[in-house]
């Protein structure tokens, strides 16, 4: 397996293909970066001696995945090459890691007679880019640890399907609404709310669409990517993530090689728990996302609070009537007894 990685002019890897053939590279990254990131491979198109560009086709198997810090994980690139490639040419391009990696590999591929080159070629990564070389400097794991796991959770929002952190954040703020209910002014103001248009086209959306089903998929999808890859399955929230790089700005000083994080941990996230909590109902999802908004945006509070004010007002409590006597004169044969 070649395992190189220059970041000069010089080729990371030198290839072999025939004319019309398909190159098959097949990818080994290893992560020694301080912090988990999305990786999502790009091979850049070819380029002559000339300067003329060689499209073909290139697809990539997986489409991303989720490596974690000592970790690796394999890839497969394919790419289409056309048939009018004349051997003995040189082509060059770059494979890199957009979003997780600023420097790409150069790559170099020979034109040679079919049946010379392999079916095949293996490559191994190693990330951060550079890591083998022994000139480079250290990365400090207190100073820029901080830093680098931030970057690598935006660079993860890049490749992460949209509707699984919709889905997380969904589940977040229904959860804060959740816990507002269980205090006498939250419950009030469901209670309110439980009157009015708003909550009952709400609810009927919700139905609708099914929104709980659909949150509670996707986070089992998201909860399955990150075991797969070496989280574990409490830690199954991709928003886990951001919250541990919180905690760990306690005691962190980032100006400082010599300070190291706190070792504070948040709670671990519990989905099935959440699940249970919220229930499968429509109704009780929009009502503790209202919830929820009211806690965490002050403006929509204010719009809330102005719509429950507007609830008619609930029917009084029925009151309960006495048993009526028996009236004995009223029973037929009462007076014969």
Same mark, same amino acid.
């Given at each position: 397996?070649?395992?190189?990685?220059?970041?000069?002019?010089?080729?990371?890897?030198?290839?072999?293909? #025939?004319?019309?053939? %398909? =190159?098959? $590279?097949? !990818?080994?990254?290893?992560?020694?970066?301080? &912090? @988990?990131?999305?990786?999502?491979?790009?091979?850049?198109?070819?380029?002559?001696?000339?300067?003329?560009?060689?499209?073909?086709?290139?697809?990539?198997?997986?489409?991303?995945?989720?490596?974690?810090?000592?970790?690796?994980?394999?890839?497969?690139?394919?790419?289409?090459?056309?048939?009018?490639?004349?051997?003995?040419?040189?082509?060059?391009?770059?494979?890199?890691?957009?979003? #997780?990696?600023?420097? %790409? =590999?150069? $790559?170099? !591929?020979?034109?040679?007679?079919?049946?010379? &080159? @392999?079916?095949?070629?293996?490559?191994?990564?190693?990330?951060?880019?550079?890591?083998?070389?022994?000139?480079?400097?250290?990365?400090?794991?207190?100073?820029?640890?901080?830093?680098?796991?931030?970057?690598?959770?935006?660079?993860?929002?890049?490749?992460?399907?949209?509707?699984?952190?919709?889905?997380?954040?969904?589940?977040?703020?229904?959860?804060?609404?959740?816990?507002?209910?269980?205090?006498?002014?939250?419950?009030? $103001?469901?209670?309110?709310?439980?009157?009015?248009?708003?909550?009952?086209?709400?609810?009927?959306?919700?139905?609708?669409?099914?929104?709980?089903?659909?949150?509670?998929?996707?986070?089992?999808?998201?909860?399955?990517?990150?075991?797969?890859?070496?989280?574990?399955?409490?830690?199954?929230?991709?928003?886990?993530?951001?919250?541990?790089?919180?905690?760990?700005?306690?005691?962190?000083?980032?100006?400082?090689?010599?300070?190291?994080?706190?070792?504070?941990?948040?709670?671990?996230?519990?989905?099935?728990?959440?699940?249970?909590?919220?229930?499968?109902?429509?109704?009780?999802?929009?009502?503790?996302?209202?919830?929820?908004?009211?806690?965490?945006?002050?403006?929509?509070?204010?719009?809330?609070?102005?719509?429950?004010?507007?609830?008619?007002?609930?029917?009084?409590?029925?009151?309960?009537?006495?048993?009526?006597?028996?009236?004995?004169?009223?029973?037929?044969?009462?007076?014969?007894?």
């Amino acid at each position: 397996m070649t395992t190189r990685q220059d970041a000069g002019q010089e080729p990371a890897f030198r290839l072999q293909a #025939a004319p019309g053939s %398909v =190159l098959v $590279l097949r !990818l080994v990254v290893t992560s020694r970066n301080p &912090a @988990p990131a999305m990786l999502q491979p790009h091979l850049d198109p070819w380029v002559g001696v000339h300067g003329a560009i060689v499209s073909g086709q290139t697809r990539v198997a997986p489409a991303y995945v989720y490596l974690a810090p000592g970790q690796e994980a394999r890839l497969t690139l394919t790419n289409a090459l056309p048939a009018d490639l004349a051997v003995g040419e040189v082509l060059q391009s770059g494979l890199g890691f957009p979003g #997780a990696e600023p420097e %790409v =590999l150069p $790559l170099s !591929l020979e034109i040679v007679e079919p049946g010379v &080159a @392999p079916r095949e070629h293996n490559l191994g990564v190693r990330l951060p880019l550079g890591s083998d070389d022994p000139t480079a400097p250290e990365v400090p794991t207190s100073s820029t640890q901080a830093i680098y796991r931030l970057v690598a959770c935006m660079a993860g929002l890049e490749v992460v399907p949209s509707k699984w952190l919709a889905g997380e954040l969904l589940i977040a703020v229904c959860e804060c609404g959740l816990d507002y209910s269980e205090t006498e002014e939250g419950a009030a $103001l469901l209670q309110e709310l439980s009157r009015t248009r708003l909550v009952k086209n709400g609810v009927l959306a919700f139905r609708g669409a099914h929104i709980p089903t659909w949150a509670m998929v996707g986070t089992s999808l998201s909860s399955g990517l990150r075991a797969a890859f070496g989280g574990s399955d409490g830690n199954g929230r991709m928003l886990s993530a951001w919250e541990g790089w919180l905690l760990d700005l306690i005691d962190l000083d980032i100006e400082s090689e010599a300070s190291e994080a706190s070792g504070a941990k948040v709670a671990v996230p519990n989905m099935d728990h959440s699940f249970e909590r919220l229930g499968a109902t429509g109704d009780k999802w929009f009502g503790y996302l209202l919830l929820g908004l009211s806690r965490i945006s002050r403006r929509l509070d204010t719009v809330l609070r102005a719509v429950a004010r507007t609830a008619p007002k609930a029917p009084p409590d029925p009151v309960e009537r006495p048993p009526e006597p028996n009236d004995v004169l009223a029973e037929k044969g009462s007076l014969q007894r």
